[in-house]
């Protein structure tokens, strides 16, 4: 990386950050729940199997006091569902080398959680599975996570698959919620939508046609179903504990669960989508931010990534954050969408408002692939040269940031101070 390939980098970020904040502030002082959801995919939602809707609950939520983000997309790499949490609540993309949450545990971040913290905030994080996995228990504490309660904190209960049920952490957690002083920042992982989707017969609630009947698509959405149906249950207990009126409650997917590179899940997806399983669908995950109260009912079709969440929900908080100090966006002040995708499997890949376009595995550009969103035609690949630059560029830099343990200055002094760093090196 040279000062030349920065200077280049805020030219485009500061062609897409408008002037105007819409909704700042909307949210500010209200208690946050974020339900990070185990690869939930954006295809579910108001989408019907069998007469059917998948997630009744969901679909209900977005048509009252919410924003839905209809064209979000995960950019997870080696670390997954931790990876999510990572970009979410940092602004900044994964590590390409090592998982983020053990490359980066001996950094000093700003986050989410950190900066509601020193706004007074008590902050939480609610996983029904083993403290250490994904090394959450070392690194929450680098994030600004005070409490973490884990699979051997709750009382015994129902288990899952890879952990507590949905239902019963949603459940036991509001004991814990009672006590928090608030405001608080309260973080749920779920995990019973977990491959390979294993669901006692008694929580199945859709009935599948013969066709997917004990398909790879029948196991997933009979879990989701399960979690959609759970969260129902959760919000009527946020209601009764007086919990609800003064949260937002925030639910998005945290990468795919269907791989379109699986030959069977390709075809019986291809089948239920009525359009090919590609990249598109692959990893679109839904971002629902439900207010309470609030007199609003918006879908957000800019295109947006897991690298936007945080600066699009410090707006909504009133948290001050520098706009040249991270690489995401806030998704609620631009038209002009930008992610970059599968960050360690095909870096340079990318999704704008207009195409697709994604890396060749052998790494040769021209080999690559691009089409158009709304026809689906093939796009010249010249065209999508700029877009691969600019994710690769945002990779490097981040990944220089966090790998120097930047990150606190860059917050404080933007991605400027990275330059003058950069100018020096040039000069040497
Ligand atoms: C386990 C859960 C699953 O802690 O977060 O992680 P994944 O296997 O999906 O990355």
Same mark, same amino acid.
């Given at each position: 990386i040279t000062s030349h390939h920065v200077e280049a980098l805020f030219e485009i970020m500061e062609n897409t950050t408008n002037e105007k904040k819409n909704?700042?502030?909307?949210?500010?002082g209200k208690n946050v729940i974020v339900i990070q959801v185990?690869?939930?995919? %954006? &295809?579910?939602? %108001?989408n019907k199997v069998n007469g059917q809707y998948i997630t009744p609950v969901l679909n209900e939520l977005i048509k009252n006091n919410s924003i839905y983000f209809s064209n979000y997309f995960e950019q997870v790499a080696w670390g997954n569902t931790s990876d999510c949490e990572f970009i979410s609540h940092t602004g900044f993309y994964p590590s390409i080398g090592v998982y983020s949450y053990k490359n980066y545990e001996n950094n000093e971040l700003i986050t989410l959680p950190s900066s509601l913290q020193s706004k007074g905030y008590s902050t939480i994080a609610f996983h029904g599975?083993?403290?250490y996995f994904w090394n959450r228990e070392n690194i929450y504490p680098v994030k600004g996570i005070q409490w973490f309660i884990a699979l051997d904190d709750f009382d015994e209960g129902e288990v899952i698959g890879l952990g507590l049920s949905d239902g019963e952490l949603f459940r036991q957690s509001i004991d814990y919620l009672k006590e928090l002083p608030q405001p608080f920042y309260s973080f749920y992982i779920t995990v019973?939508?977990?491959?390979?989707?294993y669901l006692p017969?008694?929580?199945?609630e859709l009935k599948m046609p013969e066709e997917y009947q004990d398909t790879v698509l029948d196991n997933y959405l009979q879990t989701i179903r399960y979690l959609d149906t759970q969260i129902g249950v959760f919000l009527d207990l946020l209601k009764k504990e007086g919990l609800y009126d003064n949260s937002i409650i925030v639910i998005y997917g945290d990468?795919?669960?269907?791989?379109?590179?699986?030959e069977k899940t390709n075809e019986v997806l291809s089948a239920f989508l009525q359009k090919p399983y590609n990249e598109r669908e692959m990893y679109n995950v839904p971002l629902i931010i439900h207010l309470p109260g609030e007199d609003i009912q918006k879908e957000v079709l800019t295109v947006g990534g897991q690298i936007d969440f945080f600066p699009t929900m410090a707006n909504l908080l009133g948290l001050p954050l520098r706009?040249?100090?991270? &690489?995401?966006?806030?998704l609620l002040n631009t038209n002009n969408g930008f992610v970059s995708l599968a960050?360690?499997?095909?870096?340079?890949s990318f999704i704008d408002d207009e195409k697709i376009f994604i890396m060749a595995n052998d790494g040769i550009f021209e080999n690559s692939r691009g089409w158009y969103l709304a026809t689906g035609e093939a796009v010249d690949l010249e065209k999508c040269r700029a877009g691969f630059e600019r994710a690769l560029l945002e990779i490097s830099l981040s990944e220089y940031v966090m790998k120097n343990n930047l990150n606190v200055e860059v917050n404080k002094r933007g991605l400027q101070y990275l330059l003058e760093i950069l100018e020096d090196a040039d000069g040497e």
């Open positions: 909704y700042f502030g909307l949210a500010r185990e690869s939930i995919q %954006n &295809f579910v939602v %108001n599975n083993y403290r019973t939508s977990h491959h390979p989707y017969d008694e929580y199945k990468h795919k669960g269907l791989d379109m590179r699986d706009e040249d100090s991270l &690489f995401g966006q806030d960050p360690h499997v095909a870096p340079g």
